[in-house]
Structures are given as C-alpha cells and as structure tokens.
C-alpha cells in the first residue's frame, strides 16, 4: 500500500506553478474571509472574473476532458490545486459541483455543450434546488410541479435551503441556472414520477430571497411561479428524474471522495493546544485536554483515511459500493463530535467571533461552531445518510447500488 | 422521600409560566438578544416587582428569604423560556458574596437595591488564561496607602455593560488562595467595559482596570481570605443555574417531540422513525437528568447536608453536557428549520454553549467532585 | 422536595432488627457469592427453607397485604430490608417477581389462593417463560402453542433464558411453576391471540435444560410437548395474555422504580481508585482516569435518581406515563457505558476473576464484564425499551399508556 | 497512492483464509480457549509451517525478511478467525527486542529458533502497578558478582507457561529509563509461571522470579540502555496488533450484519429497523477505522517515515476502543444468541477486550501521540 500524496518532482514543479500564480493574482484582500458571511460583493466579482481565467488554465476543473472545457488533467493535478487554493485562501468554483455528475452521465451532446461547457468554463454559474419546505431529503411529498405545455414545461413550486453566491442585495446578475428535479407526473409510483431540469435565471416567474440562518447567509428560498422552459432543459427522460438526481447526490454523498481531506478546524487546535494556556498552563500539557485533543485529532483522521479511499476507488473507477457513504457518515458524525470537544479545550474562546480581537484564529472557531448547528444538514440529513449507507451494505429492505457517475460510467 | 414541588413552589412556577408567555415570546427573545445591550430593562423592572430578584436575600436586608429550591424553581421556567437576565449574577453570585464575607454596613448598604433589582452587580473573575480555579486569579491589586491599585483585564463578565458595580476578583498575595474582592463602580476612574462579540448567550464583557484605585474598605471580607466566600457563592449560583440549563433542556426537548409529530416524511410523522426517535430519547434523557440532579443538588444545599457542594459540582457537570446535548439532538430532529433565526431552537444552542463553560464546566466540576470525594488527594 | 431514605427512628430500629436477625441467622458460606455462578446447591436449599421463615416474619415481600402472605408493610419498610439484604449478601426471593403484578391485577380470588398465595410464602417458586429461539420480545411470531381440550389446555413449544434456580443437575425439584403467554387462538389478530398460563412442574412432557452461556448458567431452555393443565391456570381471558404479561413487564421494565438504587460496581470503582495504583500512582490522583470515574459516578448517580422517582410515584399510585420506561433505558444504557469505563480504569484488572487471588473486589468486575455482555438483553432488548418509550412520550406510530399494576389499579 | 494489496500480499491473504476456514472453525477456537493451555501446539506447528513465523525476521537469521505491512495482512486474517497463538509476542516482540539490541551471537543463538517456531519466547514487562511506561518497570536486578540476581513479580505475561525463554524487564538503575533486559530460561531455579484466571483472550501468567541468578551475558544489549529497543520492538508488534484487531473488529461486524438479514422480528428482516442498523454502522465504523489506521501506520513504518511511531499509537488508539465497541455493537443486534458460547461472537468479544490493554491502551497512546506530535511537553 502507498497512502503517500502526490509529490513527484514534475508535480512539485507544478506546485511551484500554481502558488506562483496564486501569489501573484490574487490579492490579499480577496481571500475567502474567516467567516463567509463576510464575503464581499466585491470579492463576488473578481472571483467570477477570475475563475474563467483558471478554467482557461485548466485549473476550476482540472479532471475534467477538455473538450468540455476541463483541464484534461490528472488527479494528482487536482489534489495539488486543492491544496495549493486552500492554502491560498482562494475560492474555487461558485457553481455547486454535483451538477456535473448529472450532466456527464445524462445529458446528450447538445445540452453538454448548452449547460456544461458554460458551467466548466466559469461563464456561468449554477446553485442546486433540491428540499421543499415541506418535504425532506425523500422526495416521498415533492410538490414543486412540471407540466408539459407543447414544446415546453410550465413550473411551480418553491426551494429552501438552496445555497450559493451572489446574495440577492447586491443587484449584481444571480446564479444562472437552478438545477434539480420537478414532479413531471403525479400519478407515476415514485423515483418513476420526476424530471431533471436546469432552470435559467433570471425568469419570469422565479424569485429568489435570502434565508435568515445561523450558520450563514448563502442559502435562499426561491419560488417559481408558471415560469416557463423549453424542452431541451430537461436532463434525462421525463420519468428520470430521481435517477440524475441520485448522479449528483452520489458524489455529494462522498462518492467521489477527497484526496487532500484539509481538516484546518483540527490543524488550528493542535496549534493552539501547544501555544495557549488555561489556568493550569499550556492546555497541550494538561492530561484530560490532551485526551480530548488527540481524539478529536484521531476522529479527523480516521475521517481523512476514509476519504482518500473513495477518493482512489473513484478515481480509479473501482466499483464503489458502500465506501462513499460510510465516509459521508463517518463526516457528518466525526464533525459533529468535534465542534463539542473544541468547545471542550478552548473554552468560552470557541465561542468569540471574528469582530473579537481575542478570538482564536481569527474567529474560525466561532464559525465552525455556529456552521456545524446547521450545515449537518447539508445534502440530506444524517438519518438519511444511514438509511442509504445501510442499503449499501445490505441489510435495508431496499437494496441498493451506487448511482451511475462519471467514474462508474466512463463519462469523463 | 417527597419529589414534588410545596404549594407554594407550585404557585410560583405557574406564576413564572404565565408570566413568561406573556411578556417574553420567541420572537421578543430574539429581539432583545439582537439588541444592543442585550437586555431589557422592562422585563426586569418587572421580574424585580415580582420579588424574584430579592428571593434568596434574607428578609432583614430587603429580600423575601426563600430558600434555593424556591428559586431554582422559578429559573427552571427562565431557561424553559430563553430568559436572559442578570439574576444569578446580581442577585445570587454578588449578593452572596457580600452575604458572605461582607461587612454588616455593606450588607445594609448593598443588598437590598440588588434585591428590589435597583441595582445590578456582577462578579469580575475569569482572566485571558481561562479558569475557575483560584490560581486562575492574577489580577494585581496592589496595596498604596489605604488604597488599593487594580491593574489587569477581565473578560466574559456577564452584564458588566448594564451593571452598576462590579466585584472584581484579585490577587492580593501570592498563596494560592490568596485573593480578594473588590466592590468597583462601574463609572470609577480607569473602568472599562466592552461587550465581548460572537456567539454568545447571555451578554460578556471585557473588563480593563487601568490604576483602578478603589478604598481597602470597599474589600469584601478580608484581603486574602476572599476565596472562600466566592466558592460558597458560587456553590449557590450554579444549584439555582443548573435548573436554568435543565429548563432549556425541557425546552430543546419539547421543541423537537413536537415537531416529530408534526413533520411528515415518506408519508408518516417522522417521530415514528427509530433513528428520529433515539435523537429525541437523547434530548429527554439529557433533560431529566439535569433536571433531577439539579433538585437533588437543591435539597442538599437547603438541608444543610455536608455533601452540598458534592451534588451541585455533579448537577453542573451533567447539565453542562446535558444541555448542549439535548440542543445538538433536538437540531438533529429539525434539520433545517431548526438553524432558521425565527424558529427559536437557536434560542436555547447559544445559551448551552455559554453555560456550559460559565462557572466551571463538566471537566472542572468532575474534578471538584473527585476532590470533594477524596478520591483525589 | 425532599430526597431522603427512610431513616426515622422508629425505622432504624426495625433496620436494627433486620441487620441482627441477617448476622445471626445466615451463616457466612450461604451468603451469595461474588459470581453466582458459583452458588450451590447447599445454598439453594438453606434459602428455599429460610425464604420461609422470612415470609412468615413479613420481610421476603414486605409491602404485599397480609392477607395474600405478605407482609403488610411500607415502601420505607422495603427499603430497608432491600438494603440491609443487600449489605448481608442475603439472597431476596427465587421466584421471578414479574408474576405478582400479573396475579394481582388479573387473577381470580380463587387463583390468588392457589398461586399467589404459595409463591408469596415461600412454599413454592416460579420463572418465567417468554422469548422463543425464533422470536423476540416482539411476540409476533410467537409459535408456543395452547389447545383448548375440554377442561384442559394442551401445550406445546420452547423457550430459551428463561433465568432461575435450581440448575437441573442438582437433583432437586426445580421450579413449581411456569409463566407467560402461549398462543391460544392463531387467527385471532395480533396483541388478542394469546393466553397466559402458570404451567405447573414437574408435568409429563415438561422438560428443562441448562443453557451454556456467557453470564453464567441460570438460563435455561424449557421444551413443552402436549403438557396438559386445566384451565384454572389460565389468568385472565384466554385472548388477554398480552395484557396480562404487560403487567409484568411494565414492572419489569422498571416501571416500580427502586428506591434504594445501590450500584456496587460504582462503589466499588470509588474505593479502588482511592486505594490502588497505576504505574502514575493513585489511580484517583491520575486527573484522566478520574474523569473517567467521575462520569461513571454521575451516569449512575443519574440512573438511581430516576429510578428512586419512579420508585416514589409507584408507591404514590400516581399515574406513572414514561418514567419507568425512562429509567429503564437509562439504566441499560448507563450500565453499558460504565462497563467500559471500568475497563478504563482497572485495566486488565478488570478482567481477573474470581479464582484469581489478585483479582479486585474478589473478581466482581469480571462478573459485570461477563454479565454486561450479556444481560443487556435480560428482559427484552434496549432497542425494545426504546420502542415503548417512544409510544409513551407520544411519538411513535403506537400511542400507548401503562398498563395495569398492582399501583395504578389499586390491587395490593 | 495505492491502497491495494500487493499480489504477494493477496496470495497469502486467501492462504491464511483457507487455512483458518479449515483448521480453526468456531468450535475449535472454543475447544482451544477452554483446554487448560488454550494452545494448540499443533496450529502452532503448521502455522511455522507455513512460514509466518519467521515472516518479520531477517533471512541471515532464518526468516524470511517480509515487511511489516506482509505480516499485518496475515494477522488480519487470524484477527478474523479469533486465533490465539504467541506470534507477536515471539516472533515479532521478543525477535525484534534481539535484533535491536542483542549481540550478533545473540542474534545468531536465538533467531532461527524463533523463527521457524521452535523456540518460544514471550516479554514479561508489566507490573502490579500496571502500566507500559519505563517508570513501570520497577522488579529489581542487582548485579552479583558476573551474575544478576532478579526478584519480582510480573503479571499478564502472555503465554509464559508454554514459552522457552522469558524476555524479563528489569529495573537496573534508579533513572526514569534506566532498564535491562534478561534471557531467562523458564526451567530456571527461582522461576515461577501461573496461569491467571478470568475472562481473558490470549493466556496471560503471573511470573514470579525469586532470587534468579542469570549472567550478565544474557542481557539483550547494553545494562540500563534497553529502553529504546522495547519500545521500537513494541511499535512493530503493535503494528501488526492493530491488523488483529482490525480483522476481529470485521467479523464481529460481519456477523451482526449477516444476522441481522436473517433474523425475523415482527415479521421482518431486523435489519430493516433503523436502530438496529445504526449498531451495524458502529460496528462496520470501527472496523473501518481500525483497518485504515492500521494499514496507513503499516505504510509509515515500512517506507521508513519519521512519524511511523505516531501512527502507530493513532492506530493502537482506534482500535483500542473500535475493536471492543465493534464487539459491544454487535451484542446489541444478536441478543440473547450472541452469549451463547458456541455462537462465536463472544470469543471476539473476550479478545477485544484482552488486547485493548495489551502493549498499552488507547488514553497510554493517546497521551503519547501528544508527546510525538510536540502537543505536550
């Protein structure tokens, strides 16, 4: 076995390369702040401009072939870019990337160079609508209706939770495209009864209104009323629905796993354990701190090992079954535990925000401690997670194989 | 054995619900914790016309002379309903120390406006390295004439910027106990507060004492001998928080047993899920058993068992995990909504946070207790 | 509140009299030793004798009415016999004392006389019978039989840890009686198709075997070919059995409570930590392992609170929702969790048994160790108990209240 | 990267499968477990046989110089089929303390007999006092004459009643450090072995050593300078621990998984209830993380990295708490069956809770973590 990263002497050349560009380009001001409530308009806009400058490179998304416009590049390339952006404090990408999967698997020829190619270039932007307000992560109750009118769809419904950038008080043009399914035939049995579409924005019909959160301001509610699309925006059949949907929510689900699993939440406590002190003196040499630290630090990095597995099934289109998920699992959980015993070693410092001049790490702790109350529900919940996770491995009443995507079909 | 509450308990809790769901609906909570300050001096005009403020103050310096139990049942409902006030803080923490340690002209002097809520005292302690040990005391006050000179910052002082005095907490010799408290008026020469920012429940300060030259006479108690006054205040503040966070707890709870029930996914009440039911399980677990801690722990406090502090030490220690559990698991039920700002679980996340560290948390506590004990030397 | 035992003077002295009659009436070697493995059969015949006597001076059921045998007195009476017993290794009872609820609250004046009555003196003893090989506290595929013949029934089935003494290789006669349910009426629908029968013993086609397993060897499996009983020993209507073991079970699912919740394990752990070493030197000095201890302390701290409340709303007859269920839980659960933290704290120690000389507490965490891998499932697993807690707080499917006790009907 | 196994790695794998499925069903290991020595010298035989004996020791020395990372995925495979035999202790402990510290004649004198499985050889390190530190170590060596003269007792010793030669640790200077090692031969005068008695996986003894001459020659490397040997022989011991572990850690999940599908209740597979498939999810977890920690620390150590140590405490640590948890998990989904002794799952069960403490237990190895990570002091 060879758990080691990539860090051959032509990929540390490359290396070199990005974080000479990166240096060069990007000015400190438009760095992602501590807390990204605090993402500026202005920052918004350089980064829109500059991702289609990285995507020239081959760099917003190195992988992917480049006849879509990707970078045609290796893994390893983008395990480098990963870390080397994440160093940076760069930002990479304001389209939600679960779309891709849908789009390599399901999309024809022609809607990949429609809705792809825009995408992967950094022209355009896309956000995922997926939960309503009244139905979960299953589907079961989805209200948000398509309805065939000759060549085109009429939609109605309404989105919660549906996360990205630019917030809508800036008056600069919103994300173009909301992406997810639509019950195109109420009377079909369900997971038979959705359709995939991308919906463009700006629309007559469609609004877009920001969520009040604790853990941020970049999840909107959005609402479409009789907006109008044609035929051509529908991704896979009218009945298919759920199946590209699964595309994407299999790589959200930890199917595609993460070669560079950065936990900088535990790298900042292992730091601040050594240089800070509580009333009994450094908390890196009190007994009990040290236990909780170094299993927050096992817990990161049992999480990390399960991620670089999927992330090399993945990329050498092993057949997947249940590692994405377990991985997934083991996130949710690992993080939730954590955020506890950082509050454990740092004390009522976890809680002071970035405005604080004594806050640790600028306020990261702060951040994390109110993200973690919310994003655990990111992409489904938990419960969810295990439900699909025990299908999986089998001992579901549904059993269950992983969703096609781009690894375990071929497509890209 | 008798578990249940006197008539009289009774009364006073049903008081405090009715009072509470009245003045103090979610939606007032967030405003007020949004606000400025933090704090409403409305609601606690009116509490203090309630004689909460006065509960545990002995009759002959204007307080009513209830006991602990009395009063941790009145909390509970403070914590059930998100309540921020600076009641453990004024009207136990400081009055008690005074009650302690202080002269009877500073008892005659101070506590009955803490009592009537006229004035608001807070206690000054903790320090850039956090704890709530005495070592953790080093703040200088140096003696010059019949003066004393504090110099040094305090930080997460709870209501500072409301307050009118403030007990400071210092350093006085180098013993380990060696520390004294001093009554400092908040407008005193060399005084600065500054509300701390984050994600916090009830409002913290940072306290800066530049040459704070306070008279010896404002000591309360001896210099030097201090601590033992503030462990004994302390042991009173945390039996009655501790039912405060078992409150919250309730709450957090309840928020999400009902909302199982009402929420429907794949056709049915989500609560009929086993995996939504063991989140709630968590939560009610959580909350009975800070909630019976807490009691037990008032029981020994006012019946004068020698194993007092033993049981308030454990109560804290369960209900400083007790409530952020009970919160994490109720967030765990509700998914989004519960993250909404409107919705009011967030109400109760914050405060078990901030009231899991403030006067010690379940590491300290779990210590205390092994000490208290003698499983440790 | 006032969470005080009993310690009056006028109870000191009946504790008094219970601690002198226990010194000088139960010699040494008939106290229970650490591993009831280990208990024998000269002990089993002193204490069927001296259970006897003791139901004739109103202490081996003190709060059942004299009129059935006992003894006629108070909770407060109770506990202190419970933990003066205790404190002797004194054994209480050899009949499972799940089948008094179920005798008060459903049987005939006639069938109290002729089964209670024996039971509650001492002359005779009985286990219960309940889970299948092929079925779970569920009983919903429950296969032991009951045929109606006549006046008689005729039954056939098995069961497995059905827990009680004598073991059959000591020759002696073994339970006088069986209870629990057999299906009566395999049409009838599900919680209405069955009967609850005391099975007497020894019956032609009633066989008992000895179960080989982890926590000891008073389990058992009992094989049921054609044993034929008239139908006086069915209590209750022959389609209420499940009623009628509801009985039983809310008791045995901690819904009496205990008002004396002594926990030796943990008393155990404080007195070790105290007086014993690791290489760091006292374990209670080590500030790791004191916290683990301290934990351990508070979750049983918190299980005999629980249980003592319940405790004194079953005395109170007060309308008892969740609270048993909730102590029940909890107990299972917190029992499970401080099994580890013992291991934590002893180290190997832990594991030494009883033969061992150096074994601590004469080998009685080993015993826990063994037992708690075992006895988590005594009495339905905690899954189950979860499952009924959650019809008791109102969220399951099944809405669901107590059932009948001798406290809330008011019998006994 | 590349997480597979290498061909060779696979090939012994389905080996060690095949030869497991055959000579060590479920009624053999409780036939093994429960006769007197819980030995069986005849798997013992063909398991030198085979070659997995000398696997970790170099060729000049008769093995067969494999990396670590060779032998872990062997001991994986005995992990999953519960087989108790003194090949850590021997083959890889007592062999790599020689190879670190013994002399070359040493080397040559005890090596081959180990590795072809003729020689046992076991360490006997811990104490009353229990504990894996060097300050532990306190049974006295005091020099007479050419000779050393041992007294003491040393517990938990594994399989020293059917060993050779007993690696004794002893105390030879007062510095926290200051540690020999001895060769005593079992048949020695003064030296007793004692089957201690409980529920304990692999066979542990008291040895109690009185008044036992041995000279000065049968040190393993230098007086008071053992130190860093044991504990470099004891971080590729636990290397390979860990891949036991880890594949016990998989059967207990395998089993609960399986039963779980056929199990009925209430008319359905047990499976489909979401509160049993979280138990399978915590046993799977920790079969998971015990694997991956083990292998990845296997990587460090074979390719020579510098935090190798580190990560094989990490390791030791996950499966210190995954492998009992993974047991306890699997309890919980088979119910009564699983306490039935010939089920199977208690002898993972007994295992996972011998070797949480053996070569130290996951807060000894977290604490060391700290140490090697430059967090403490």
């Known amino acids: 076995m060879d758990f080691s990263l990539p860090y051959t002497a032509e990929q540390e050349k490359f290396r070199t390369e990005v974080r000479e560009w990166l240096e060069g380009n990007i000015p400190a001001e438009m760095r992602n702040p501590v807390d990204m409530r605090d993402f500026s308009k202005e920052q918004y806009l350089f980064w829109r401009e500059k991702h289609r400058e990285l995507a020239q490179k081959g760099w917003l998304y190195p992988t992917f072939p480049k006849e879509y416009g990707g970078g045609g590049l290796t893994g390893d390339h983008e395990t480098i870019i990963e870390e080397e952006f994440h160093r940076a404090g760069a930002l990479r990408g304001l389209t939600n990337g679960v779309v891709y999967p849908a789009l390599f698997v399901w999309a024809t020829e022609e809607q990949k160079q429609k809705f792809l190619v825009p995408l992967v270039t950094g022209e355009k932007i896309a956000w995922q609508k997926f939960t309503e307000p009244h139905s979960g992560a299953d589907l079961a109750d989805y209200q948000s209706k398509a309805v065939q009118d000759g060549d085109d769809w009429i939609l109605n419904g309404s989105s919660v939770y549906v996360s990205g950038r630019p917030r809508p008080e800036w008056n600069v043009p919103g994300p173009d495209y909301l992406f997810g399914p639509m019950l195109t035939d109420p009377d079909a049995p369900r997971h038979r009864n959705l359709g995939f579409f991308m919906i463009p924005n700006p629309t007559e019909g469609l609004d877009i209104q920001e969520q009040e959160l604790l853990n941020g301001h970049d999840q909107h509610a959005i609402f479409l009323d009789n907006v109008r699309v044609s035929n051509d925006h529908l991704i896979g059949g009218d009945h298919q629905g759920w199946q590209v949907a699964n595309s994407s929510l299999e790589v959200e689900h930890g199917g595609g796993g993460k070669a560079f699993p950065a936990d900088e939440v535990i790298e900042n406590l292992i730091d601040y354990s050594k240089e800070n002190k509580n009333d009994e003196g450094f908390i890196g040499d009190d007994p009990v701190l040290q236990q909780v630290a170094m299993t927050a630090i096992l817990d990161s990095h049992v999480d990390g090992l399960m991620a670089r597995r999927t992330y090399w099934m993945y990329q050498n289109k092993m057949g997947i079954q249940y590692e994405g998920n377990m991985a997934n699992v083991h996130n949710r959980e690992s993080q939730l535990r954590n955020v506890a015993r950082i509050r454990d070693v740092y004390g009522p410092n976890s809680l002071l925000g970035t405005q604080e001049p004594r806050a640790p790490h600028g306020g990261a702790q702060e951040v994390e401690q109110r993200e973690k109350a919310g994003q655990r529900h990111a992409g489904g919940s938990t419960n969810i997670a295990k439900v699909i996770l025990s299908r999986r491995i089998g001992i579901s009443r549904t059993q269950e194989r992983a969703a096609p995507t781009p690894s375990n079909t071929g497509k890209a | ?377």
Chains 1, 3 share one sequence.
């Open chain 2, 1 to 377: 054995m008798d578990l249940s509450f006197t008539e009289t308990q009774t009364m006073m809790r049903d008081t405090a619900t009715r009072f509470f769901e009245t003045e103090l609906p979610k939606a007032r909570v967030r405003e007020i914790d949004d606000s400025d300050t933090g704090f409403s001096s409305e609601i606690w005009q009116k509490i203090s016309d309630l004689g909460w403020t006065g509960m545990v103050i002995p009759e002959q310096y204007g307080g009513a002379g209830n006991n602990f139990t009395d009063l941790g049942c009145v909390t509970e409902i403070m914590g059930y309903h998100a309540c921020s006030i600076p009641l453990w803080d004024s009207c136990v923490l400081s009055a008690h120390i005074i009650l302690e340690g202080g002269s009877e002209e500073q008892k005659q002097s101070y506590l009955p406006g803490i009592a009537r809520g006229q004035q608001i005292f807070t206690l000054a302690f903790t320090e850039p390295e956090y704890g709530w040990s005495a070592k953790s005391v080093k703040l200088e006050a140096t003696k010059s004439g019949d003066n004393y000179v504090l110099n040094g910052t305090k930080l997460f002082v709870p209501w500072a910027h409301v307050a009118d005095q403030i007990l400071v907490v210092a350093r006085t010799s180098q013993a380990e106990e060696g520390i004294s408290v001093f009554v400092v008026d908040k407008g005193a020469k060399g005084v600065t507060t500054r509300l701390q920012s984050g994600w916090l429940g009830d409002k913290v300060c940072e306290v800066t004492l530049d040459n704070v030259e306070v008279p010896a006479s404002s000591a309360i108690g001896a210099i030097d001998g201090a601590w033992g006054s503030i462990e004994a205040a302390r042991d009173k503040t945390v039996s009655v928080l501790n039912t405060y966070m078992a409150g919250g707890a309730q709450k957090a709870y309840e928020m999400c047993r009902d909302y199982s029930t009402e929420r429907i996914a794949f056709g049915v009440p989500i609560g009929t899920f086993q995996r939504v039911q063991d989140h709630i399980i968590v939560a009610l677990t959580e909350a009975e058993a800070s909630k019976w801690t807490a009691y037990e722990a008032l029981w020994r406090l006012d019946s004068g068992r020698d194993d007092a502090s033993t049981g308030i030490s454990m109560a804290k220690a369960v209900a400083s995990e007790g409530f952020p559990k009970a919160c994490d698991a109720s967030h765990n039920v509700h998914a989004g909504i519960g993250v909404d700002l409107d919705f009011g679980l967030t109400h109760y996340t914050v405060r078990s946070r901030t009231f899991q560290h403030y006067l010690g948390d379940a590491i300290y506590h779990r210590a205390r207790m092994a000490k208290l004990m003698s499983v440790s030397n």
